[in-house]
């Protein structure tokens, strides 16, 4: 009895900095999440990690920059503007890079991460390497809820992420074209046969990506900076949660992206802060070797 | 019989071109500045890490993305060996190659046994986290700040490697026999085994060739010429940096090797 209550009082507290700490976590997660959507998707229609939206990402960052620095538009409306970005060249990149080399898988990642090098460098070449901070003054107040101290660009972030994964959702499981996307993932070729144009379905599938990628980069670059190298760690930890979540599986990519963001956060806190971003490389190793197939993945 | 007499002549050519452009590059301290010595030994080691690659990635037809990874652990691990425990080269050199395919044996292991494309995305999470470990163990590595003091290989007899120029002959050395090893390999049982498996996995597995073992061990031998090519280059420059071995460098060897043109 006496000694668990020496061991109790040792505890720590849930205290709100866990809370602060559980949200920014959640909110982390849920950005790498929205990014796991689209590159999930990609990845299970045709088996290619692609690397090419981290460029869009840093791209779809610097338009909405841009487009609220030098055309005054509040930040809601550089959202879609940002969005738009990230479509066009996804869909620009699908049709004129990938679908020639599509024969070949190998091709493909060669040319995705040539995209990405790409992006990257052309972000440096337009903008510089000197980082750029998007501010958003309305939401970037501080707020107390029931003592977990926040800001209301993270508690806007978790309202637009929550709402975006349910329309995907509802998208991928309800409407006729996300059927046909998910006929496509299981087999593009008896899809095919039953009348399904895969060729639109891959425009589809990439422009989703496209605009997820976007809106994942504009809705965090607020909290962070806007530079060229920013697009590296959220697309490696995207990837990341889509081995974790499962291929093409939209609550695995959600559930995978919480549990990374929060592993990430609270590892940042409690272990070490060096590493990071080393901890979703350790999550990697232990998905493959102990669930190579993810959380929720069929195959 | 005309044909056999065609690709005759073209080996003699091939071999006589070889020998030349051997004597040109050890010959090169004699007449060329420090300067297009010090390229020349980066274009050897480079040209060294990339002919380990395409044992992977042309023969075996894995695309990795961590030579550059590889590269620096051996760099780092001699100079941590000889500097902070006061080995020589001689015995450092070997234990940092051993380590290096230790490593590349327990990342590849999980990777390797899936297809598609996750082992082409550990190696790339790998070169970007053996990054965070050069810029974040500053008591090991240095940190930002690099790791300096690194000594040339210690003479053997009256061989002394004090000099550049025969540090570069050394570096040109291993250059050579490393590529003979590399093409005594890929001509062997186990090259054509690895092309089997880089033009169809499923039907080489189908024939009774474990595969996965296979493709570890190609992952292996090209990590072990990286690390090996690392370990010259920290004693060759004796300065070391985390961003030297940023996954750019793993970039660039991937495009060094597309650019020679990748065997099948």
């Known amino acids: ?299 | 019989m005309e044909g056999n007499y065609f690709k005759k002549f073209f080996y003699s050519k091939t071999v006589l071109s070889i020998i030349i452009i051997l004597i040109i590059l050890a010959a090169l301290p004699l007449y060329a500045s420090s300067y297009v010595v010090y390229v020349a030994a980066l274009a050897l080691l480079y040209a060294m890490i990339a002919a380990g690659y395409d044992v992977l990635c042309g023969y075996t037809g894995q695309l990795s993305f961590c030579q550059g990874a590889f590269y620096g652990i051996g760099a780092y691990c001699s100079a941590i060996l000889t500097v902070n425990y006061g080995w020589s080269f001689w015995q450092a050199m070997p234990i940092s190659v051993l380590f290096v395919g230790l490593v590349s044996a327990i990342i590849g292991y999980p990777a390797l046994r899936l297809r598609g494309s996750y082992f082409a995305v550990t190696t790339f999470f790998l070169a970007h986290f053996v990054y965070l470990i050069f810029l974040n163990e500053i008591s090991l590595t240095g940190g930002p700040l690099g790791f300096r003091g690194i000594r040339p290989p210690e003479p053997i007899g009256p061989l002394s490697f004090e000099s550049m120029t025969n540090e570069y002959l050394l570096i040109l050395f291993s250059f050579i026999v490393i590529f003979a090893l590399l093409r005594k390999l890929v001509n062997s049982n186990i090259g054509f085994i690895f092309k089997s498996i880089s033009q169809d996995d499923i039907l080489a597995e189908s024939i009774g060739i474990n595969t996965a073992a296979y493709k570890l061990l190609s992952f292996v031998i090209s990590a072990i010429v990286a690390g090996y090519a690392g370990v010259l280059f920290a004693h060759f420059f004796r300065l070391l940096h985390p961003t030297t071995f940023a996954w750019y460098l793993s970039e660039m060897i991937v495009i060094m090797t597309l650019v020679g043109g990748w065997e099948p």
């Open chain 1, 1 to 299: 009895m006496d000694r668990s209550r020496r061991e109790g009082a040792g505890w720590p507290m849930i205290d709100t900095t866990v809370l602060t700490q559980l949200l920014n976590g959640i909110i982390l997660g849920l950005i790498y999440g929205l990014m796991a959507i689209g590159l999930t998707m990609i990845w299970s229609i045709t088996d290619l990690p692609d690397f090419s939206q981290g460029g869009i990402y840093i791209i779809s960052a610097y338009v909405a920059y841009w487009s609220i620095v030098l055309l005054n538009i509040p930040y809601f409306f550089a959202i879609p503007t940002g969005a738009v970005m990230g479509i066009l060249l996804s869909v620009f990149f699908e049709r004129i890079v990938y679908k020639p080399l599509r024969a070949s898988g190998l091709s493909c990642l060669l040319a995705a991460i040539a995209l990405f090098f790409l992006l990257e460098n052309v972000a440096i070449a337009l903008w510089t390497p000197k980082a750029k901070i998007m501010s958003v003054p309305e939401t970037e107040v501080s707020l107390n809820l029931f003592g977990i101290v926040t800001t209301y660009h993270r508690i806007i972030i978790l309202i637009i992420s929550v709402l975006l994964f349910i329309l995907v959702h509802l998208f991928i499981k309800y409407t006729k074209m996300g059927m046909a996307i998910r006929a496509v993932s299981e087999d593009k070729e008896i899809a095919g046969l039953m009348g399904i144009n895969t060729d639109k379905i891959y425009v589809v599938t990439w422009a989703l990506g496209g605009a997820l990628t976007s809106v994942a980069a504009i809705l965090i670059s607020p909290l962070y900076a806007v530079w060229p190298g920013m697009g590296d760690l959220p697309l490696l930890k995207a990837l990341v949660v889509v081995i974790l979540g499962g291929f093409g599986s939209i609550i695995g990519a959600l559930i995978g992206g919480l549990i990374l963001g929060v592993i990430e956060t609270f590892g940042a806190v409690y272990v070490s802060a060096a590493y990071q971003h080393g901890f979703a490389f350790i999550i990697l190793l232990l998905t493959l070797s102990l669930r190579p197939r993810g959380l929720f993945g069929k195959r």
